[in-house]
């Protein structure tokens, strides 16, 4: 086994994840080889390094502090500066949800807005990868469409957390629209992008 | 909405005696769950996903239990991943209040675990985005040039002051390397190495395919052992 070889297998060699067969040769190349040796004791001090760390505290009254925000109906992270529309809605909807009467209104609200008798309330969050650019229209919309066809389309005013985005990057989403029985409604959502020059790309979910 | 009734009063009304309190039942006068101790103790042995099932019929106290065993894990990795203290425990809380708001959408056919990082690496990395650049951190550089020729502190395991001082500034320096890996890296590795997760809940925090998530842990590691060479180098041989 040459050197360039073997140390392709260290990271795996420490996660216990190779091969009765690769652990074997691997072993037989460390056995013969300072140079190697060596590095592998590296690798395994930034893995001692790693494990070692202290657990972070999260402080005094940590769970306090969070059964104060259930009891107040909090559910937006706390942000800076900056919010985005979906925390932004997830606030409003969050507060409405603990309180029945405002919940009714709202959900009143956005079904006369959006012209459809879909349910609209939390959905589960949405983890996905950038499969494309494309040019988007010129104002942010996200199309909502349930199994039949588009529910609706809704005019957002500017997402105001743009982030930038590269092909493969992982990113999280959670909507706020599900259709009559409670599941996700399909949609896109097109967001400002700041890099490589792409004004904004359109993303596809 | 029947969550409403599951959740309790928002008013901040006390549980009913002789039963179990609601999430959110209580004033923030309270300041523990009223379960007995006999109840605290069996909710402690119940594994997460039981826990979740509870929290959805309305158990405080199995919410309390599941705070308390992830406090600790969640808040790490948040502050592992955005090296803020004070801001982790704040994203920290909003990954529980997450757990609280959705957890009727958790299905036991995942693990607790997975979900809840899943939610605690995905806020990390929104904080990420939003802070266009950390204030009072120190660079890699000054902090291994502040460990200066006090070579060998590493193998130095005698307790003590300067034991201690010397673990600090370890941490410090493995903080910096951390933080100066690509989030993409650095999720892998804070998953792996801190939180001990296997490739397989790796892959499932992640989304990701096992290759992938194979090939970011071996970058990240090969990365920091470049970056924090000046004090690998110190150590004893094996």
Not at chain 1, 131 to 157: H, K, N, Q, Y
Request: contains cysteine.
């Amino acid at each position: 086994m040459k050197c360039s070889q073997a140390r392709r297998l260290f990271s795996a060699y420490l996660d216990q994840d190779l091969t009765f067969e690769e652990e074997s040769r691997l072993r037989a190349h460390l056995e013969s080889c300072t140079d190697c040796t060596e590095e592998m004791a590296r690798l395994e001090g930034v893995q001692s390094l790693l494990q070692g760390l202290p657990e972070t505290d999260p402080g005094p009254g940590f769970y306090e502090s969070i059964r104060r925000r259930v009891a107040a109906g909090e559910a937006a992270e706390p942000v800076p500066d900056g919010r985005s529309w979906v925390d932004q809605v997830r606030e409003l909807w969050s507060t409405a949800w603990l309180r029945p009467a405002a919940g009714a209104a709202f959900g009143l609200v956005v079904g006369v807005l959006i012209g459809t008798n879909g349910f609209l309330g939390p959905g589960p969050a949405i983890t996905g990868e950038v499969e494309s650019f494309a040019e988007a229209p010129a104002e942010p919309t996200v199309d909502l469409m349930a199994s039949g066809g588009p529910l609706a389309d809704i005019e957002l005013p500017a997402i105001s957390d743009s982030v930038a985005l590269d092909d493969g990057d992982e990113f999280i989403l959670e909507p706020y629209a599900t259709d009559g029985q409670g599941n996700l409604a399909p949609y896109r959502r097109t967001v400002n992008n700041e890099k490589n020059g792409q004004a904004r790309p359109y993303i596809t979910f | 909405m029947g969550e409403n009734a599951k959740a309790g009063s928002p008013t901040g009304k006390s549980a009913e005696p002789g039963r179990p309190s609601r999430v959110g039942a209580g004033g923030p006068e309270n300041t523990r769950p009223p379960e007995s101790e006999g109840v605290e103790l069996s909710i402690a042995k119940l594994p997460d996903e039981d826990l979740m099932e509870r929290i959805v019929d309305g158990s405080e106290a199995a919410f309390a239990q599941l705070v308390r065993r992830y406090q600790g894990k969640v808040t790490n990795l948040v502050h592992r991943f955005i090296y803020d203290r004070d801001r982790a425990a704040e994203i920290a809380q909003e990954v529980f209040l997450r757990v609280f708001m959705h957890r009727k959408r958790y299905r036991r056919s995942g693990k607790f675990s997975t979900w809840i990082y899943t939610i605690a690496v995905n806020l990390a990395k929104n904080e990420i985005r939003r802070k266009s650049r950390l204030k009072g951190v120190m660079s890699l550089d000054s902090l291994l040039e502040a460990t200066g020729d006090s070579g060998g502190f590493l193998a130095d395991k005698r307790p003590g002051p300067v034991h201690t001082a010397h673990q600090h500034q370890v941490e410090e320096i493995v903080m910096a390397a951390i933080h100066k890996l690509q989030p993409k890296y650095r999720e892998v590795i804070l998953l792996r190495d801190v939180q001990q997760l296997t490739y397989e809940e790796i892959e499932q925090v992640l989304n990701i395919p096992g290759g992938t998530v194979r090939s970011r842990i071996n970058r990240a590691r090969n990365a920091l052992k470049d970056m924090l060479e000046p004090i690998l180098g110190r150590r004893p041989a094996r």
